[in-house]
Nanobody, 119 residues
Framework: VQLQASGGGLVQAGGSLRLSCAAS?????MAWFRQAPGKEREFLAA?????YYADSVKGRFTISRDNAKNTLYLQMNSLKPGDTAVYYC???????????????????WGQGTQVTVSS
């Protein structure tokens, strides 16, 4: 499965962006991660029959999935400079709920899209 992320860009603090991740095939789980310079990769949200969120983005970010299009979305609102990072989509079939936040549990990764939030 190949993943293609898009939708990143430069936005002012308080603004919104919607990321998209187009998949070449269907998987059970799709998720979003991000990695800021000098920091570890961070789990944001996953879709596995329902939505799961990291506490750091709950209430600001919304994950959704269009199964007909094999596309995953991440609506990001109230963006902060601390949200600046490269955002990655990931997918896999063998994850259970307890492993959704573990990047090593995913089989497929997109190339990443840069999100920059200015103050």
């Amino acid at each position: 499965v190949q993943l293609q992320a898009s939708g990143g860009g430069l936005v002012q603090a308080g603004g919104s962006l919607r990321l998209s991740c187009a998949a070449s095939g269907r998987t059970v789980v799709m998720a979003w991660f991000r990695q800021a310079p000098g920091k570890e990769r961070e789990f944001l949200a996953a879709h596995r029959w329902r939505e799961y969120y990291a506490d750091s983005v709950k209430g600001r970010f919304t994950i959704s999935r269009d199964n007909a299009k094999n596309t995953l979305y991440l609506q990001m609102n109230s963006l902060k400079p601390g949200d600046t990072a490269v955002y990655y989509c990931a997918a896999g079939d063998r994850l259970i709920q307890s492993t959704l936040g573990e990047g090593t549990a995913y089989d497929y990764w997109g190339q990443g899209t840069q999100v920059t939030v200015s103050s």
